[in-house]
């Protein structure tokens, strides 16, 4: 069974950055997908992005393009999440996700275990 453990999340001013991490284990990483998702309180879990296994697709939510980069290290089972230029409407708790397959499709359909998430707060 896989385990997922996020970190990184915090606090930061508007315009500011930071790198999520999301440390994997008990699966053979490298065959995967990965994904990262964020959920405001009271709304559903939103797709971020996602990368393939061997790292060399990727896709993101429109609102993030051009702000956001995932990314992978298949010898240290982690994927992250370099957030740059945040706005306050970043703010939720993020969540790193394994797909079944080596491929992801930009929604959640597919991802199959969840990391208990890390909060990003961006103030104005």
């Not at 001013?13 to 995967?32: D, E, M, P």
Request: with cysteine; net charge positive; proline share 2%.
């Amino acid at each position: 069974q896989v385990q997922l453990v996020e970190s990184g999340g915090g606090l930061v001013q508007a315009g500011g950055s930071l790198r999520l991490s999301c440390a994997a284990s008990g699966r053979t990483f490298s065959r995967y997908a990965m994904g990262w998702f964020r959920q405001v309180s009271g709304k559903e879990r939103e797709f971020v992005a996602d990368i393939s296994a061997s790292g060399g697709t990727t896709g993101y939510i429109n609102s993030v393009k051009g702000r956001f980069t995932i990314s992978r290290d298949n010898a240290k089972n982690t994927v992250y999440l370099q957030m740059n230029t945040l706005k306050p409407e970043d703010t939720a708790v993020y969540y790193c996700a394994t797909h079944r397959g080596p491929y992801a499709t930009g929604s959640i359909q597919g991802f199959v275990s969840w990391g208990q998430g890390t909060q990003v707060t961006v103030s104005s």
